[in-house]
């Protein structure tokens, strides 16, 4: 399980979930509780976001130690490598004393995987449950190939994921703990890498939390 937030205050506070990259998705089912109150930030306006505001320059807006969660999904991908070990940094900073990041990204090796077994074009998975936006491995490696022909350049990947390379870009942007999950499975046509960061040490359910993302996820945007 994610750490009980609730247990370290009184139950009528809401606590306060940063959606970094938000889009249209819907913040992961944890936080949809009436305890939570979710800050939506995205770079596009016609997103309709709490906030206009690029992952790395988030403190411009959000003071530090003022949210108690964040949540990223599908949105680092997009940075290159020295803007989202910014932008992870930002995230810390804006976190309270006992706060958690939970991400999710591209997994690139098993994106490489659907590639080369299945070819550029299978899709790996379908955001529509009637089966009309298929998202291949091109999709998942360079990004949403549709968005990008309509002329949104930010929907670009500028970076390759790997449960190594997350795990060691959050240790070394000061989070004291890291779990992560590869929640790879080909025959469920999904391809997502998980990470809970924690700020401080001390937290208890680390370990628990990646298994409870593993089973209530599903609300990333895909790409």
């Known amino acids: 399980m994610l750490p009980n937030f609730s247990s370290q ?37 016609a997103n309709r976001p709490d906030i206009v505001a690029d992952m790395v320059s988030v403190r411009q807006h959000l003071a530090d130690a003022s ?16 803007e989202a070990a910014r932008a992870l940094r930002a995230f810390w900073h804006i976190l309270k004393p006992g706060g958690v990041l939970l991400v999710t990204v591209p997994d690139t090796q098993a994106a490489l995987s659907l590639l080369l077994s299945g070819g550029a074009e299978a899709p790996a998975y379908h955001l529509s449950a009637d089966g009309s936006k298929p998202v291949t491995p091109i999709d998942l490696l360079f990004g949403d190939q549709r968005s990008i022909a309509l002329g949104n350049r930010w929907m670009m990947h500028r970076m390759g994921w790997t449960e190594a390379s997350l795990r060691d870009a959050l240790l070394a942007a000061g989070y004291a703990e890291v779990q992560t999950l590869r929640e790879f499975a080909k025959h469920l046509n999904y391809v997502d890498l998980w990470a809970l960061a924690l700020k401080d040490k001390g937290l208890s359910h680390a370990e628990e939390a990646a298994g409870e993302t593993a089973r209530t996820s599903g609300t990333g945007k895909g790409m």
């Open 9 to 45: 205050g009184a139950r009528d506070v809401h606590r306060v979930v940063a959606h970094m990259g938000a889009g249209q998705a819907t913040v992961h089912p944890y936080f949809l509780g009436d305890q939570w109150r979710e800050i939506r930030v995205d770079i596009s306006a």
């Open 67 to 82: 949210v108690d969660a964040v949540y990223s999904a599908h949105s680092l991908e997009h940075l290159p490598p020295a």
